[in-house]
């Protein structure tokens, strides 16, 4: 008895703790984001993601670091990593067939795009742009 009560004190007390970090790291790392404090914001959420691995959100801003720092490969590592937990994230497919298109890989770019304008809710526009956009750069 006196350990089931432990138990249920030790739960209590830990689980909202665990909860709340998980949700600080990532608030705190939108702050800093917005901050424009990327290095900062980049460690938050990876304390974030430490706690709680399947946080989208985590990934895809870690993703919008890595495309203001300039490197593409963890840009798409981490995208690769959204679209996996979340098929249907648009702007994570709309920004991996940006980043594919930059890189010349129209292939891929128009793929992506296609499964987008097949998906798309919130990046409409955006795809039809860059359909456009894929088609007049694939001709050249």
Known sequence: MIKRCL??????????????????????GLNLFKSKKFNEAKFKFEQDIVLNPKNELSYLYLSKIF??????????QNLNTVILLDPKNEEAIYNLAKLKLESS??????????????????????????????ENLSKK
């Open 7 to 28: 138990k249920i004190i030790l739960i209590t007390c830990i689980f909202p703790n665990f909860l709340l970090a998980n949700t600080q790291f990532f608030q705190e």
């Open 105 to 134: 890989d129209y292939k891929n770019s128009k793929e992506l795009n296609n499964r987008l304008l097949n998906l798309c809710d919130k990046f409409c526009i955006k795809s039809k742009k860059l359909k456009l956009e894929i």
């Open 67 to 76: 495309k203001k720092l300039d490197e593409k490969e963890l840009q798409e």
